[in-house]
């Protein structure tokens, strides 16, 4: 198991206004707040998988700021780095779901405290004790955050592995040219990218045969990508410096989809969770991810799902970490 706080994570907590019932905008009766953000997704994953992360973030001092609070002090996740930015307003991210039940988002966040982030808020002695930081295109949509993701990013020692979930949100960006332009020149500092086909598309990463699409980013400087694809599982490269490499696919499992938000963040935290204690079967990491991927998506929200390992043993009960 990775020793408490050798996993960082740093990325955006925000608040999922998800609908209460399904259908399209208009339909939805009411939205419930849900604990949400990327960052967040991955590192309150992480804690309920039993290996908690230390987690850089940045939280406003409003009502919504004191529910996301309260979600990580009630983890084991250590407060060191979550910051209070009390001139900042809490992100919201609207979700809907049109008539066939793919899901849009709508972000409300001008002043959004996970904007504000700070270049060097996390001190170079924090990241030498690191084996994993992890990172997200949402915080690099924007500056300061941006800049901030970026130094992080670089600063990380040798010998630390990080990773990036580009994240593409068309919302967020000016354009998909800026998009491109910031997550290629990201990812001569990254070793790890998980992302899906529609995340690297508008990065430039185009093609059908997902196999090709995660060599084509290995180009770049990361030697590992992993491709989700929801309901058909996930795909695997990498290349001789990777810790699996070789291409390995994965066809995932049968649930009964409630709401799919946040589930590739969660699968990220079991691959996570896998390769930093030690899995270097990429058929057993890729089944323990997709497994907590699967759990992720049986109940509304994020992580609400996963509340702890029973859930993952239902569809997969190699845990290495236990």
């Known amino acids: 198991m990775a020793e408490d706080g050798t996993i960082l994570v740093a990325g955006d907590t925000l608040v999922d206004l998800l609908p209460d019932e399904p259908g399209p905008p208009g339909e939805a009766g009411g939205y419930t707040p849900n604990f949400g ?16 992360p230390l987690f850089w973030t940045q939280l406003a001092d409003d009502d919504f700021g004191t529910f996301l609070r309260g979600h990580l002090y009630d983890s084991s996740i ?31 966040r001008d002043d959004g405290a996970c904007t504000r982030m700070q270049a060097g808020e996390v001190p170079d002695a924090t990241l030498a004790d690191a084996d994993w930081v992890h990172t997200t295109g949402v915080t690099l949509s924007v500056e300061p955050s ?4 970026l130094d992080l990013q670089e600063r990380a020692p040798d010998g630390t592995t990080v990773s990036l979930d580009p994240n593409w949100r068309p919302e967020m960006w000016h354009s998909r040219q800026e ?8 990812l001569g500092n990254v070793d ?10 508008p990065a430039g990463f185009e093609g059908q045969d997902p196999a090709q699409v995660a060599k084509s980013v290995t180009r770049y400087g990361p030697h590992t990508v992993v491709l989700t694809r929801g309901s058909d599982g996930a ?4 290349t ?19 709401d799919a938000t946040g589930a590739g963040d969660v699968f990220l935290a079991g691959f996570i969770a896998s390769l930093t204690s030690g899995v270097r079967d990429p058929e057993r990491l890729l089944g323990l991810a997709n497994a907590a991927g699967a759990v992720a998506t049986t109940k ?19 845990i290495p970490w236990e």
């Open 37 to 52: 953000g990327s960052g967040a997704n991955v590192a309150l994953a992480l804690d309920r998988l039993g290996v908690p």
């Open 78 to 108: 250590p407060p060191t780095h979550i910051v209070t930015d009390p001139d900042a307003r809490t992100t919201l991210a609207v979700v809907s779901h049109d008539a066939h039940g793919e899901r849009s988002f709508n972000f409300y």
């Open 146 to 149: 941006r800049t901030a993701t």
């Open 179 to 186: 998009y491109a332009a910031v997550v290629r020149g990201a």
């Open 192 to 201: 790890v990218v998980k992302a899906s086909t529609e995340d690297l598309g």
């Open 235 to 238: 795909v695997c490269y990498g």
């Open 240 to 258: 001789d410096d990777s810790p699996v490499p070789g291409l390995v696919e994965h066809s995932g499992y049968d649930v009964e989809p409630v």
């Open 300 to 318: 509304p929200g994020a992580v609400s799902a996963l509340t702890g390992l029973d859930e993952v043993r239902e569809y997969h009960d190699d």
